[in-house]
């Protein structure tokens, strides 16, 4: 058994990790911390779960790599500096891994490999990302990644920019571009989290799309995380090479 403690328990996403461990054969709940509970109780696991806030985490983080306790992450906000700050910790503790993934979703991390693949064959490509009105940021961050992936690929094989020849519009209305993707978010009450990647070509397209309906969408992905994590030390982004995507 694979003893897990989760980080961030009593909230969305803590608490359907808290439930998928318990569920799962081969894991077992250990601790079950919230903010202000004593991580002491964590001491014991495998693997520290951490799904708390950004500002929270990498406190969580350094102490977990203090106690060589393997981790896995989903909670946001990271850039290189963070990236390289847990590099660091993890120098001194050869044998204790961090897995940090900013997509758990099997489908979405699926969503972008395809359209990876299918950049270079399209001449046009947009993205539409649509989400609940509750959302906060625009681009989402699966919206992000993905243009900056297609927009790599594109790069690789020496293509040039999407064909637009837009020269008059209202503020928003070819969406936001990043690395010259065009990017589209809409907010409607019903939806959780979708994505649309459009590509086109002389005489026929492409759409590949993704649905959410729930949160239990992200369990797989982390529960292959917390399998996966036991045999890798060391910094890890992302679940593509646990699903064998790279
Ligand atoms: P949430 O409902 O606000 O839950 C966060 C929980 O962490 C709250 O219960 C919070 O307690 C607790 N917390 C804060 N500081 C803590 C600490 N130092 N130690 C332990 N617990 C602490 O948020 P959520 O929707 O579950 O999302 C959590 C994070 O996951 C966010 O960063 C979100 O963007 C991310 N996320 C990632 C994925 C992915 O696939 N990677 C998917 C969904 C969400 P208080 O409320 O008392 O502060």
Redesign the pocket.
């Known amino acids: 058994m694979i003893k897990v403690a989760v980080?961030?328990a009593?909230?969305?996403?803590?608490a359907s990790v808290c439930q998928a461990v318990e569920e799962a054969e081969d894991t077992e709940l250990v601790a079950a911390?919230?903010?202000g509970?004593d991580r002491s109780a964590a001491e014991g696991a495998d693997v520290v779960v951490d799904?708390?806030?950004?500002d929270?985490v990498m406190?969580?983080l350094a102490w977990a790599i203090d106690h060589e306790i393997n981790t896995v992450v989903?909670?946001?906000?990271f850039d290189e500096d963070r990236y390289q700050t847990l590099r660091d910790q993890l120098a001194d503790h050869p044998n204790t891994g961090c897995l940090v993934?900013?997509?758990?979703?099997i489908g979405a991390v699926l969503m972008m490999h395809f359209a990876e693949e299918a950049a270079k064959f399209y001449e046009s490509v947009e993205v539409i990302e649509l989400h609940h009105p509750n959302k906060v940021d625009a681009p989402s961050g699966t919206a992000r990644t993905t243009a900056g992936k297609i927009a790599a690929a594109r790069q690789k094989v020496g293509m040039g920019e999407v064909p637009d020849a837009t020269q008059s519009q209202l503020d928003g209305a070819r969406g936001a571009v990043v690395d010259g993707v065009h990017v589209h978010g809409v907010r409607l009450r019903g939806l959780v989290a979708h994505q649309e990647v459009l590509f086109g070509a002389e005489g026929e397209t492409l759409t590949i799309r993704h649905d959410s309906m729930d949160r239990v969408s992200?369990m797989s992905g982390v529960l292959t995380g917390v399998r996966g994590v036991l045999d890798r030390p060391g910094l890890t982004i992302g679940i593509e090479g646990l699903l064998g995507l790279e």
């Open positions: 980080f961030g009593k909230g969305r996403m803590g911390i919230d903010s509970d799904f708390t806030t950004p929270a406190d969580n989903g909670t946001t906000g993934a900013p997509n758990f979703s992200f």
